[in-house]
């Protein structure tokens, strides 16, 4: 094993750590992986974030093979869409995180587009926010309906289950995660209220200044 690797395998396991500890997991729920040049590490099925074995994590081919490492999360196929179809990203993070899951479970929300522009980290990080239709978990068609939307899009939210959210780093994609959790929980905060969010011209300001 090469020393980068053993390296992101320590940092998932930092990482998914402090997910786990500020409440963005419960349970074995939620997966972190990250590229690497011959596949993919991805945290094991039935694995809690908060005590993950850095020598344990799973490792994938690019066609989805066990490699070594204890047996993958099922939903590992999320990972390989989003990696397939955004060849820049080098890391993937999935969440039950609860108030992005209570917003996935609205009636009303735009499927093309679910959260309001609230802030203008959630507008850098995020950007537009989609809606995955519902299927079981494990569904491998669950993937086809990821990888339709990830080319256009870093971040998805899988209805009634969770988001999905990539990043040019570990950092990147847990910060970007994080980020969007923060923001359904404003918007949930939000509702009933008047509010202000930020316009169209504000919203190609950022997008000038800082470029996905």
């Known amino acids: 094993m090469s020393s980068s690797e053993t390296r992101l395998r320590d940092e998932i396991a930092i990482f998914g750590k402090s997910l786990f500890d500020r409440g963005y997991g419960c349970g074995s729920s939620g997966n972190i992986s990250v590229r690497l040049e011959d596949g993919l590490l991805v945290t094991p099925t039935n694995s809690c974030m908060g005590r993950l074995d ?69 507008v850098m990080r995020v950007g537009k926010l989609p809606l995955v239709p519902y299927f079981r978990p494990g569904d491998a068609a669950l993937a086809e309906a990821v990888r339709a939307l990830a080319r256009e899009h870093r971040a998805m939210l899988l209805a009634n289950h969770g988001p999905v959210v990539a990043g040019k780093a570990l950092d990147a994609a847990v910060y970007a995660a994080e980020e969007l959790e923060e923001t359904a929980k404003l918007y949930l905060l939000l509702q009933g209220a008047r509010t202000r969010f930020l316009d169209p011209e504000q919203i190609a300001d950022l997008n000038l200044h800082f470029p996905s």
């Open 54 to 122: 850095p020598t344990r994590i799973s490792k994938l081919d690019w066609q989805g093979k066990h490699i070594s490492g204890d047996k993958p999360s099922k939903e590992g196929f999320l990972h390989l869409a989003m990696y397939q179809e955004r060849p820049e990203e080098r890391a993937v993070v999935h969440l039950h995180s609860t108030h992005s899951v209570a917003v996935s479970c609205l009636a009303d929300i735009d499927p093309k587009d679910v959260l309001p522009p609230i802030t203008a980290y959630y």
